[in-house]
């Protein structure tokens, strides 16, 4: 009887010694596209097939793979590390998969009401504002941005561009009447930081229309040393934002409160503003938008072709976004996809926020040269098409954060 005790135990004490944990193997819980995952081979752990998404746990190699094939399809991101909170999910990922199928089917039925007229009254103040854009400016950011051997958020130093970042911040808003506020977001699942400022609502502080775009660069090859200047991905929508936010904070305060974002470690799945948008959610925030820029300098599409992202964002804003363009913009709007976790706007769509993302081109003719050294200012790059985002990003700041239009589902 003792010895088979023991016997028992030395059993458990062995099987126990052989419990894969998540940290032995150094794997990641993640939300990803369900297409890509099957491409791939990656075992698909539990699913939502109209929403298309999966969630697995993957491997740094399995990561990595992921990477390379959204990035050969054109993506930025293409994946959200779930770490944080894979943990303590409340209803488990079940419920976390039926609620992006639910608000998939919220939005498709929008699609199929009546088209309700936004923006299309031009505010004579935003038609003004547009026409301050400083092409020169936005080139002199990329160019500084892209300086940097890389942002990535791996890497050794990785806050010193973001430090760099928030003195020129504080620095173009020295002359600013308005109340601001420049601060840097810390993160659990990674050193880096995002960086934030807020122009704090005259009328609604408690109105959020948020706009924002990653200040991190990758090399596919991280971890070598590799340069990342990410000059298009995504110094050029970094760029997009400091410029408009240089002409918001010389006029008017707006109505409703103003968050600007550059957020950190989006190319290591999402890592900044995930935890933003579920900190945002947990204090219950009215957050009414959500503009995502990322990648804005090559016009794969043609010049002032907008690709507009139509999975796991907001039909309503894709609405408006095409209302501004008539009014404001005269670009070309073209629909896309581009599958969960392409950028920072999955993190926000996710906790139930309306959600953007105008992109430089239709999915499949976007930069081939980002996530590598190549990705610099070129002869490719083309600001006049980037200047149409800082139009968007006014539109938002100026005419939205006026309004008292929001989501109407
Ligand atoms: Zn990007």
């Not at 079940?94 to 699609?111: R, T």
Request: aromatic share 8%; proline share 4%.
């Amino acid at each position: 009887m003792k010895t088979a005790m023991m016997a028992l135990l030395f059993v458990a004490s062995l099987a126990q010694a052989h419990v894969p944990s998540l940290e032995s193997f150094n794997t990641k819980p993640i939300l990803a596209d369900l297409k890509d995952l099957r491409a791939l081979n990656i075992p698909v752990m539990a699913k939502d097939e109209f929403a298309e998404v999966g969630y697995a746990v993957v491997t740094p190699k399995m990561q990595q793979r992921i990477q390379e094939y959204a990035h050969a399809n054109g993506k930025c991101g293409g994946f959200e590390d779930l770490s944080q909170e894979a943990q303590n999910l409340t209803g488990g990922f079940d419920a976390l998969l039926g609620n992006l199928a639910s608000l998939k089917q919220k939005n498709e039925l929008y699609d199929r009401a009546p088209f309700r007229a936004l923006a299309t009254q031009k505010n004579e103040a935003l038609a003004s504002a547009i026409t301050e854009i400083n092409v020169d400016n936005m080139k002199a950011t990329v160019q500084w941005l892209s300086s940097y051997p890389d942002r990535n958020n791996r890497s050794a130093q990785p806050n010193v561009h973001v430090e760099d970042m928030k003195k020129k911040l504080e620095a173009m808003l020295a002359s600013s009447t308005l109340p601001y506020e420049v601060s840097l977001v810390s993160h659990t699942s990674t050193k880096q930081k995002s960086v934030r400022v807020r122009l704090t609502g005259s009328e609604k502080p408690n109105e959020i229309v948020v706009l924002g775009g990653h200040l991190d660069s990758i090399n596919m090859g991280w971890g070598s040393g590799n340069k990342a200047p990410g000059a298009d991905d995504n110094a050029s929508g970094s760029a997009n934002l400091l410029e408009a936010l240089r002409i918001v904070s010389q006029k008017v305060q707006p109505k409703r409160t103003v968050d600007f974002f550059w957020y950190a470690g989006e190319e290591s799945g999402l890592l900044g503003s995930a935890e933003i948008a579920k900190q945002y959610k947990a204090q219950n925030a009215d957050v009414v938008a959500v503009l995502q820029l990322d990648m804005t300098l090559f016009p794969g599409s043609g010049e002032l072709v907008i690709g507009s992202m139509t999975d796991f964002t907001s039909a309503w804003l894709r609405d408006y976004l095409k209302a501004a363009n008539e009014t404001y913009i005269g670009a070309r709007i073209v629909e896309d996809k581009c599958g969960y976790g392409c950028s920072d706007h999955a993190s926000w769509h996710r906790q139930g926020y309306p959600a953007i993302m105008p992109f430089e081109a239709r999915m499949n003719d976007s930069n081939p040269n980002i996530h590598s050294a190549r990705d610099l200012v070129s002869k490719d790059s083309n600001f006049n098409h980037s200047v149409a985002y800082t139009k968007i990003a006014l539109v938002f700041a100026m005419d939205l954060a006026n309004s008292t239009a929001r989501q109407p589902y």
